[in-house]
């Protein structure tokens, strides 16, 4: 059963415009959210996070949106960039764990 | 400072074999994990290791084990390969405390079971 779940395998906009990368989840247990950025033939990297004490959290053009009665989180990348091109991956862990559960994925492309 | 490091990078195995895959981790780091990705399952959490003792454990089964050194340098083992265990698998290391959400990846050892 697949506790983290992103929905949408590729999203495509164009540079200068709003990127939202959506996940889900179903363990109400979970009680901190990450995304992680991933580049071909590189490990992922920390991108932002959020404790389910919040519902927002910024940085730069990052900011992610937790829902915790929707059991949803979303990332919003304003404005879209070419770099920010990638795979993210939508995370989550309980109680502190370095165990993080994975959603498997959302391909971005941002378009010049 | 350094990354977490990952050796060998690829490698290529048959089925039955078994395997070992090392993982440096950043200095001063005491944690270590390991992760498998696969295109069907994604990232998947193996196992944890912290000050060499194994913290968390993911749903594998047992022909797959790990170790961590005083150093905090780690590694795991795949017995008996099966052709499912093509994957990526990725070592992150962090602090070890309270999660932050920050777990610095390496590269990866690419799998291959023929």
């Known amino acids: 059963d697949q506790q983290v779940k992103q929905n949408s395998p590729s999203l495509s906009v164009q540079e200068g415009r709003i990127s939202i990368l959506n996940c889900d989840y179903t363990?109400?247990?979970?009680?901190?959210f990450l995304w992680y950025k991933k580049y071909p033939a590189e490990g992922p990297t920390f991108r932002i996070s959020?404790?389910?004490?919040?519902d927002k959290n910024e940085d730069g053009r990052f900011t992610v949106f937790l829902n915790k009665s929707a059991k949803h989180l979303s990332l919003h990348i304003v404005p879209s960039q070419p770099g920010d091109s990638a795979v993210y991956f939508c995370a989550a862990s309980e109680g502190g764990s370095e165990k993080l559960v994975f959603g498997k994925g959302t391909k971005l492309t941002v378009n010049p | 400072k350094a990354g977490v490091t990952q050796t060998p990078r690829y490698l290529i195995k048959t089925r039955g074999q078994q395997v070992t895959l090392s993982c440096s981790p950043i200095s001063g780091h005491r944690s270590v994990s390991w992760y498998q990705q696969t295109p069907g399952q994604g990232l998947q959490f193996l196992f944890e290791?912290?000050?060499?003792?194994?913290?968390n454990k993911g749903n594998f089964p047992g022909r797959f084990s790990g170790r961590q050194f005083s150093n905090s340098r780690s590694e795991m083992n795949v017995s008996t390969l099966e052709l499912g265990d093509s994957a990526l698998y990725l070592c992150a290391s962090s602090l070890g405390r309270a999660n932050t959400g920050e777990l610095f990846f390496g590269e990866g050892s690419r799998l291959t079971v023929l």
């Open positions: 290791y912290f000050s060499e003792t194994q913290r």
């Open positions: 959020i404790s389910s004490i919040k």
């Open positions: 363990n109400s247990m979970f009680d901190y």
